[in-house]
């Protein structure tokens, strides 16, 4: 065989299924939860007072919605790069495909930089002395050797360190168990709301709020090819996940309120180490650094991921360069991927305070939520489309897209700002990688897990 007919060859490495039901449900119970609860307890009681376990309570709702949503989708097509595919499916045009794969993308990899820089924040707390920068770069070097190495070792470093921020969680909810019933849970007295009243808007206004909390269940469709059993596993999982994550979340908040004053918890820096500090004061809080590592690393663990299978399948589908596509012939991961994400994941989480960025993507997947939603819709609607193995009535993703797009019209001016810039730098990269028309055309016809 000539070496032209050689590089004709098509890589015939695919991703191999190696997670289980339950490495599933730990994968998407680390991913909501992460480490942003410790400190938006705090935020979520200065708006709603006391009863901040109904803003807990309605963003479930909300998020179960387009989580059901991402239930059927993941039955009807386990694919790496799942929003982006089913967009491509439903509404068979490229660019809006790679827009929202992209944009996707764009979330997790600031999410990941973000995260780089906690650690780096917490790690220099426990051992002063090291610079940042080198803590930045161990960490990242660390995520993407894990990821390179196999699908089966990043679970275990995720079920472990899943399994150590629920414990976390879990330690507060016991040492505050016995403050329960102690507080009148629909009074939501606040500097904003003096009379404590508890109407639609002031519900509505908390649920944006919490609703970011559970950010982190579409992730789990971009492991689709990795599952075992993805019809059955990956709806399951992901509707296990986020009722074990709503179940948590509203016990902390519960108990939170009930050991501290809702008006000194909006005030504090830390309000779950010092509902802890209250509650059992003979427990070192120091602790809820090490546990704030391990789930920061968590988050940025499965953002990594997230966004190397983005790029894997988006390059499958012809969406982004074939050579992403990539996967090691014995370690059977997208190792080109996974190396493109490290290269971009250190220079944002090098280049400064990204904040603002970060905010902006909240935009950018609130956006991909509305249009995955409308995309079952359309799927189901149409005659020769497949049916998955967990089905839902055509109300529940009209109901997910419009509370998505409640949740956008909350969002702010510099959000929607930055969210556009992000937007344009995607719409120039279509114009420069636009992918070959053929690719496109196969994708329509490629179904199949």
Same mark, same amino acid.
């Given at each position: $065989?000539?070496?032209?007919?050689?590089?004709?060859?098509?890589?015939?490495?695919?991703?191999?299924?190696?997670?289980?039901?339950?490495?599933?449900?730990?994968?998407?119970?680390?991913?909501?939860?992460?480490?942003? +609860?410790?400190?938006?307890?705090?935020?979520?009681? #200065?708006? $709603?007072?006391?009863?901040?376990?109904?803003?807990?309570?309605?963003?479930?709702?909300?998020?179960?919605?387009?989580?059901?949503?991402?239930?059927?989708? #993941?039955?009807?097509?386990?694919?790496? #790069?799942?929003?982006?595919?089913?967009?491509?499916?439903? @509404?068979?045009?490229?660019?809006?495909?790679?827009?929202?794969?992209?944009?996707?993308?764009?979330?997790?990899?600031?999410?990941?930089?973000?995260?780089?820089?906690?650690?780096?924040?917490?790690? =220099?707390?426990?051992?002063?002395?090291?610079?940042?920068?080198?803590?930045?770069?161990?960490?990242? !070097?660390? !995520?993407?050797?894990?990821?390179?190495?196999?699908?089966?070792?990043?679970?275990?470093?995720?079920?472990?360190?899943?399994?150590?921020?629920?414990?976390?969680? !879990?330690?507060? +909810?016991?040492?505050?168990?016995?403050?329960?019933?102690?507080?009148?849970? @629909?009074?939501?007295?606040?500097?904003?709301?003096?009379?404590?009243?508890?109407?639609?808007?002031?519900?509505?206004?908390?649920?944006?709020?919490?609703? *970011?909390?559970?950010?982190?269940?579409?992730? /789990?469709?971009?492991?689709?090819?990795?599952?075992?059993?993805?019809?059955?596993?990956?709806?399951? #999982?992901?509707?296990?996940?986020?009722?074990?994550?709503?179940?948590? *979340?509203?016990?902390?908040?519960?108990?939170?309120?009930?050991?501290?004053?809702?008006?000194?918890?909006?005030?504090?820096?830390?309000?779950?180490?010092?509902?802890?500090?209250?509650?059992?004061?003979? @427990?070192?809080?120091?602790?809820?650094?090490?546990?704030? &590592?391990?789930?920061?690393?968590?988050?940025?663990?499965?953002?990594?991921? $997230?966004?190397?299978?983005? $790029?894997?399948? &988006?390059?499958?589908?012809?969406?982004?360069?074939?050579?992403?596509?990539?996967?090691?012939?014995?370690?059977?991961?997208?190792?080109?991927?996974?190396?493109?994400?490290?290269?971009? /994941?250190?220079?944002?989480?090098?280049?400064?305070?990204? =904040? =603002?960025?970060?905010?902006?993507? =909240?935009?950018?997947?609130?956006?991909?939520?509305?249009?995955?939603?409308?995309?079952?819709?359309?799927?189901?609607?149409?005659?020769?489309?497949?049916?998955?193995?967990?089905?839902?009535?055509?109300?529940?993703?009209?109901?997910?897209? /419009?509370?998505?797009?409640?949740?956008?019209?909350?969002?702010?001016?510099?959000?929607?700002?930055?969210?556009?810039? +992000?937007?344009?730098?995607?719409?120039?990269?279509?114009? +420069? !990688?636009?992918?070959?028309?053929?690719?496109?055309?196969?994708?329509?016809?490629?179904?199949?897990?």
């Amino acid at each position: $065989m000539s070496k032209t007919e050689t590089s004709k060859v098509p890589n015939t490495s695919k991703l191999e299924r190696h997670i289980g039901l339950i490495a599933l449900t730990l994968y998407g119970v680390g991913d909501i939860l992460g480490a942003g +609860i410790y400190g938006l307890v705090g935020k979520a009681a #200065g708006q $709603m007072g006391n009863a901040i376990w109904i803003a807990f309570l309605a963003s479930t709702l909300a998020a179960g919605l387009t989580g059901l949503s991402y239930a059927s989708l #993941g039955s009807r097509y386990p694919k790496a #790069g799942g929003a982006a595919f089913v967009t491509q499916k439903a @509404f068979r045009r490229g660019w809006l495909a790679y827009g929202v794969g992209l944009a996707a993308l764009a979330s997790g990899l600031t999410s990941m930089a973000t995260g780089a820089r906690v650690f780096a924040g917490y790690f =220099s707390g426990l051992f002063p002395g090291l610079l940042a920068p080198l803590v930045i770069l161990g960490f990242a !070097l660390s !995520l993407v050797a894990i990821v390179i190495r196999g699908i089966k070792e990043s679970i275990w470093l995720n079920s472990l360190c899943t399994l150590i921020e629920l414990g976390g969680l !879990l330690i507060v +909810i016991a040492v505050g168990f016995g403050f329960l019933g102690t507080v009148d849970y @629909f009074n939501a007295t606040t500097v904003s709301n003096p009379t404590g009243a508890l109407g639609p808007s002031i519900i509505l206004s908390g649920a944006v709020l919490t609703f *970011y909390s559970f950010v982190g269940f579409e992730d /789990m469709l971009n492991v689709g090819e990795e599952v075992k059993n993805p019809k059955r596993n990956l709806p399951l #999982g992901l509707v296990l996940s986020v009722l074990i994550s709503s179940c948590v *979340y509203v016990l902390i908040s519960l108990v939170a309120v009930s050991v501290i004053p809702a008006d000194v918890l909006a005030n504090s820096d830390q309000p779950l180490v010092d509902v802890v500090a209250k509650a059992a004061p003979w @427990f070192p809080t120091k602790i809820f650094s090490v546990i704030s &590592m391990f789930a920061v690393t968590n988050t940025a663990l499965l953002n990594f991921i $997230m966004g190397s299978r983005i $790029m894997y399948g &988006m390059a499958n589908q012809g969406l982004l360069p074939k050579v992403l596509s990539k996967v090691h012939r014995t370690r059977k991961t997208p190792y080109v991927a996974s190396a493109t994400v490290f290269v971009i /994941m250190l220079g944002l989480a090098l280049s400064g305070d990204i =904040s =603002s960025l970060a905010k902006a993507t =909240s935009v950018l997947l609130l956006l991909c939520f509305t249009l995955v939603n409308v995309a079952l819709v359309v799927l189901k609607r149409r005659s020769d489309e497949p049916r998955g193995g967990f089905e839902v009535p055509s109300a529940i993703p009209i109901l997910g897209a /419009m509370v998505c797009a409640a949740l956008l019209a909350h969002a702010k001016g510099p959000e929607w700002l930055t969210a556009s810039g +992000i937007l344009a730098v995607i719409a120039a990269l279509w114009f +420069i !990688l636009k992918p070959k028309q053929e690719a496109l055309d196969q994708l329509e016809t490629s179904s199949e897990p």
